[in-house]
């Protein structure tokens, strides 16, 4: 009789969180191959503001879902579950580990508990809702999802149109909340065993981290990469477009804005980015594994203690250990 496979791995986090430099160490460690969960890595071209890992990581770890789309391509969750299933089964087979790593929380969702479908589109409805931001502005139905739904408000981008829209149109067709009928999808089983881990920093460490990582994109040559992108012939998607930092630098390269008011449009979108995360990871529950990481502390150091959670769940101890959370408290989430 063949052995059961071991569970599928994931390390994920906020963005500029470190996840990459932690899961380099623990891949080598453990024989996995990283299936990358990243909504905007999936693009070819967009090696700056994707964060794109280097290429000396990707000859050192097996790297998957990375630049397989040109930038005027979509790309989805229900794509993302079909992709992964595949790539999950081909790393099976060479008797490797698949480790998901990233921050894309919405494909981790859909893989292991399928998509939330929900009712079906009122074609009606919805061209009276895109008149209605025609004529007033997507902010106006904005408040009216503030008030009618105020989670997933807290969620979505204001300026996100097409999901502000999906959102009133599922409240205004059912009366129910998107945001409750997509609670009642996360207690669906899991199609496989998960260990889940996820690295989380105090506020302040993970805001400084984001600056950093904002300055040195621009410094890297971030704006002559999204002008590159915009003046081809095909220009970008809207999936593609939705990447912080390319969506903030359009009103600068239009003249619109100055260069500085676009760096603190990406910081700021980029933090409310990391909140949400967050949030989507505490609709995960008890089965997330926290792993607290002090300001400075070496990725190798986390990766031991993350390598120690891997291994450990295909040898179970009783949960709780200090390895889990040090050096933050255990089970508490760290300052705001």
Same mark, same amino acid.
């Given at each position: 009789?063949?052995?059961?496979?071991?569970?599928?791995?994931?390390?994920?986090?906020?963005?500029?969180?470190?996840?990459?430099?932690?899961?380099?160490?623990?891949?080598?460690?453990?024989?996995?191959?990283?299936?990358?969960?990243?909504?905007?890595?999936?693009?070819?071209?967009?090696?700056?503001?994707?964060?794109?890992?280097?290429?000396?990581?990707?000859?050192?770890?097996?790297?998957?879902?990375?630049?397989?789309?040109?930038?005027?391509?979509?790309?989805?969750?229900?794509?993302?579950?079909?992709?992964?299933?595949?790539?999950?089964?081909?790393?099976?087979?060479?008797?490797?580990?698949?480790?998901?790593?990233?921050?894309?929380?919405?494909?981790?969702?859909?893989?292991?508990?399928?998509?939330?479908?929900?009712?079906?589109?009122?074609?009606?409805?919805?061209?009276?809702?895109?008149?209605?931001?025609?004529?007033?502005?997507?902010? /106006?139905?904005?408040?009216?999802? $503030?008030? =009618?739904?105020?989670?997933? *408000?807290? @969620?979505?981008? !204001?300026? +996100? %149109?097409? &999901?502000?829209?999906?959102?009133?149109?599922?409240?205004?067709?059912?009366?129910?909340?998107?945001?409750?009928?997509?609670?009642? /999808?996360?207690?669906?089983?899991? $199609?496989? =065993?998960?260990?889940?881990? *996820?690295? @989380?920093?105090? !506020?302040? +460490? %993970?805001? &400084?981290?984001?600056?950093?990582?904002?300055?040195?994109?621009?410094?890297?040559?971030?704006?002559?990469?999204?002008?590159?992108?915009?003046?081809?012939?095909?220009?970008?998607?809207?999936?593609?477009?939705?990447?912080?930092?390319?969506?903030?630098?359009?009103?600068?390269?239009?003249?619109?804005?100055?260069?500085?008011?676009?760096?603190?449009?990406?910081?700021?979108?980029?933090?409310?980015?990391?909140?949400?995360?967050?949030?989507?990871?505490?609709?995960?529950?008890?089965?997330?594994?926290?792993?607290?990481?002090?300001?400075?502390?070496?990725?190798?150091?986390?990766?031991?203690?993350?390598?120690?959670?891997?291994?450990?769940?295909?040898?179970?101890?009783?949960?709780?250990?200090?390895?889990?959370?040090?050096?933050?408290?255990?089970?508490?989430?760290?300052?705001?």
């Amino acid at each position: 009789m063949a052995a059961p496979s071991p569970p599928l791995l994931a390390l994920v986090g906020p963005t500029a969180g470190g996840k990459h430099a932690v899961a380099i160490p623990v891949a080598l460690a453990i024989g996995a191959e990283i299936v990358s969960m990243d909504s905007m890595k999936v693009y070819r071209g967009m090696e700056i503001g994707s964060a794109m890992p280097s290429e000396s990581d990707l000859a050192r770890v097996p790297h998957h879902l990375l630049r397989i789309l040109d930038p005027w391509e979509s790309y989805s969750a229900a794509r993302f579950v079909e992709d992964a299933g595949r790539i999950v089964s081909e790393i099976r087979a060479r008797n490797r580990r698949p480790m998901l790593v990233g921050g894309t929380l919405l494909y981790l969702k859909a893989f292991l508990h399928g998509l939330f479908r929900g009712p079906s589109a009122d074609p009606a409805l919805r061209a009276a809702l895109e008149a209605e931001a025609k004529a007033h502005g997507v902010e /106006s139905l904005y408040e009216q999802l $503030r008030r =009618a739904d105020p989670e997933t *408000a807290r @969620r979505l981008h !204001r300026n +996100d %149109q097409r &999901r502000v829209i999906r959102a009133l149109e599922v409240f205004r067709k059912t009366g129910i909340p998107i945001s409750r009928l997509q609670a009642g /999808s996360f207690k669906a089983p899991p $199609r496989e =065993a998960c260990v889940l881990v *996820a690295l @989380r920093r105090e !506020r302040a +460490d %993970q805001v &400084r981290r984001i600056e950093k990582r904002v300055d040195a994109m621009l410094h890297a040559g971030l704006v002559e990469e999204v002008r590159r992108l915009l003046a081809h012939p095909r220009g970008m998607s809207r999936e593609a477009l939705q990447g912080h930092g390319y969506k903030e630098l359009v009103p600068f390269l239009e003249g619109r804005e100055t260069l500085a008011q676009a760096r603190e449009a990406i910081i700021r979108n980029t933090k409310t980015y990391s909140r949400k995360q967050m949030t989507w990871l505490r609709g995960f529950g008890e089965r997330v594994r926290w792993v607290d990481i002090a300001p400075g502390e070496p990725a190798d150091a986390v990766a031991s203690r993350v390598i120690g959670i891997f291994l450990g769940a295909e040898h179970p101890e009783p949960r709780g250990s200090a390895a889990e959370h040090a050096p933050g408290q255990p089970g508490t989430p760290p300052p705001q």
